[in-house]
């Protein structure tokens, strides 16, 4: 493979609704696709899933754009290489930036599995044709809207629900979803927003049969997450505190968590996902695929990864329609009873609709060798 051109889309679309965490609130989309041509021709697609500003996580995306045409893009035209796992050794000098580096693996990981006429799950070592997937649902104000979104979720099949919270806006929330809908998969996301000193409220959120808490402490942080698991019965997954092989491995021996929440962009790619993958399987931890409010490019990608076996319970990839009024992708992500059927052909098995792509595009840049 030799990627001779990139250009890069800066995107802005903006979602049905607001979409509220701990952190803040986002309803219009700035992200990057990127689109990669090999010099045979083939065209892949990543999407670089940072947001305009640094919440999440450090990087944002037009500070990506530069580190992509600075640093990333000029380091990838015109090499030769022989697989894409080759590109996270490349990418290796430059720290972090996992966001940025990620976007060009997935579309060199799409380049490589449409040449060898296989789907991007089948490259990556997935099995599962079908996945069950699970809807994330913001903080609300409004606790009859709350219930309401929940209802309608739970009625279109989706097979868990994760709702969003923080200081002041969760036992109580948990609660009244509890009495509402005992029965449910239910599971709560705090995006970093507590620390050790709220163990007590923390304890409150046991009797109410939770899958599990994401991220309830620093993004980032392993040690005060190992001493709150042995104050609290939910499970912890991990979200912000997993940049690397290197965070999972350590996460998992001084028990950070017992669930991880694996997005391919905050690992820095598809290779270092599969390590991490290969690392939950033997150590008999749960994965699931995490969402960034993708595109239908992002979403593909998800997709994809969670046909491998380690991935035992239901992501965050819902439907294209549940964030947007239309998507960049034919077909669209369509999910039925809470299960989306994984594209059987070649690369990610979704094609970029032009015309919708330009649409939504602010900012577009061509470089080559
Ligand atoms: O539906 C999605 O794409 C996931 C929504 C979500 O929970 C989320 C969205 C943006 C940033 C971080 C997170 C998160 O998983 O913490
Ligand atoms: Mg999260």
Redesign the pocket.
């Known amino acids: 493979m030799k990627i001779t051109e990139i250009t890069m889309h800066r995107m802005n679309m903006r979602m049905k609704n607001p979409?509220t965490?701990s952190f803040g609130t986002e309803q219009d989309r700035e992200f990057i696709i990127l689109e990669a041509k090999d010099a045979d021709g083939t065209i892949g697609w990543g999407e670089c899933v940072t947001s305009e500003s640094p919440l999440?996580i450090e990087e944002f995306t037009k500070a990506a754009w530069v580190m992509l045409e600075e640093y990333l893009i000029p380091l990838t035209l015109g090499r030769e290489i022989s697989h894409p796992d080759e590109l996270t050794d490349l990418f290796a000098p430059f720290k972090r930036n996992n966001l940025a580096k990620a976007a060009i693996d997935a579309a060199a990981w799409d380049i490589y599995a449409k040449q060898q006429s296989i789907s991007l799950a089948e490259a990556i070592g997935g099995s599962r044709t079908e996945i069950e997937v699970g809807v994330?649902i913001g903080i609300e104000d409004d606790m009859e809207r709350m219930l309401h979104n929940i209802k309608e979720k739970t009625e279109e099949g989706y097979k868990r629900i994760?709702v969003?919270i923080k200081p002041g806006k969760d036992v109580e929330v948990v609660k009244e979803i509890r009495e509402y809908f005992p029965d449910i998969p239910l599971m709560v996301?705090a995006?970093s927003a507590y620390t050790l000193d709220d163990i007590d409220t923390l304890k409150k959120l046991d009797p109410y049969n939770l899958m599990m808490i994401?991220?309830p402490l620093a993004a980032g942080d392993l040690i005060d997450h190992a001493e709150l698991q042995k104050h609290i019965k939910t499970p912890i997954c991990l979200?912000e505190s997993i940049h690397s092989y290197e965070d999972a491995r350590q996460a998992i021996q001084i028990g950070s968590g017992k669930i991880i929440?694996m997005k391919v962009g905050r690992v820095g790619g598809i290779t270092t996902m599969k390590r991490v993958h290969a690392l939950c399987q033997e150590a008999n931890i749960p994965m699931w695929c995490?969402?960034?409010?993708?595109s239908g490019v992002g979403r593909a990608h998800n997709i994809a990864i969670t046909s491998l076996p380690a991935f035992t319970l239901p992501g965050?990839t819902?439907a294209s329609s549940r964030y947007w009024d239309e998507d960049i992708i034919d077909p669209e992500v369509h999910v039925k009873d809470g299960i989306v059927q994984v594209p059987a052909s070649p690369g990610i098995g979704y094609e970029v609709n032009r015309e919708t792509l330009a649409k939504y595009t602010v900012q577009k840049q061509t470089f080559t060798l």
């Open positions: 979409f965490t999440y994330s994760k969003k996301d995006n994401e991220q979200d929440n995490g969402g960034m409010l993708e965050d819902a």
